[in-house]
């Protein structure tokens, strides 16, 4: 079955070319557009996507408003949203990944990295644009949380402070297989573990609290 999508952005040449680059790959089918957040999340709702894909700046209800009615916090059966944007700005990553976002990138991303983005999201990865994901780790590196991150409910083993690195790196699960010399079986357990013992819903949860903890460091970003 073919990866559903819904697509989101006010501008209709920028959503008409989404579609195309997304309907052009055998194993992705955009299933719904919208011109608007709100038009955005009554169809997410009712088709049920497998990934949505929303631009940020949008009328009515913007796109981590939308991200957030979708798979936020209260969401009992959250989506999968990948935001994409024009704006390369970090309080628009950080507020969407808070949101519940599992991708962020740029509209000049190019095809393959948007595709993969698609993917990524729809088998429970996250993926976010490369330079992004440097300077986030460095800035948070930098700078400690407002308030102290929640202590896991169990200690972390060694391997799983490891894979817990490599997914605040934005790793894929194939990736982290191969640096850390594991199966992706065992990775995918590490990660069920990891989002048992910090109370994460996803990956991209991991990640954040891998950064308010100073887990994360900076280090070599994704190959571009």
């Not at 070319?17 to 011109?35: H, K, Y």
């Not at 930098?142 to 409910?153: E, F, S, V, Y």
Request: proline share 6%; aromatic share 4%.
């Amino acid at each position: 079955m073919p990866i559903r999508v819904v697509v989101a952005d006010d501008q209709e040449i920028v959503r008409t070319g989404l579609t195309m680059i997304l309907d052009a790959q055998p194993d992705i089918e955009v299933v719904g557009e919208a011109a608007d957040g709100r038009r955005a999340v009554e169809l997410a709702k009712r088709l049920r996507p497998d990934v949505c894909l929303f631009d940020i700046r949008m009328p009515a209800v913007d796109g981590i408003e939308a991200t957030r009615h979708l798979a936020g916090p209260a969401v009992a059966d959250p989506l999968a949203v990948v935001v994409i944007t024009t704006f390369d700005l970090d309080e628009y990553v950080y507020a969407a990944l808070r949101a519940g976002a599992r991708g962020f990138l740029l509209k000049d991303a190019g095809t393959a990295l948007l595709t993969q983005a698609v993917r990524a999201a729809a088998e429970g990865d996250a993926l976010i644009a490369p330079s992004i994901t440097t300077r986030l780790l460095r800035a948070f590196a930098d700078a400690g949380p407002a308030t102290p991150p929640r202590q896991p409910i169990d200690a972390l083993t060694d391997r799983e402070e490891d894979v817990l690195v490599a997914v605040a790196r934005g790793r894929t699960n194939t990736e982290i297989a191969e640096e850390l010399y594991i199966s992706l079986s065992t990775v995918k357990t590490h990660i069920a573990s990891l989002m048992a013992k910090l109370g994460a819903r996803n990956r991209v949860e991991i990640a954040i609290w891998a950064h308010e903890s100073g887990r994360a460091r900076p280090g070599p970003g994704r190959p571009g």
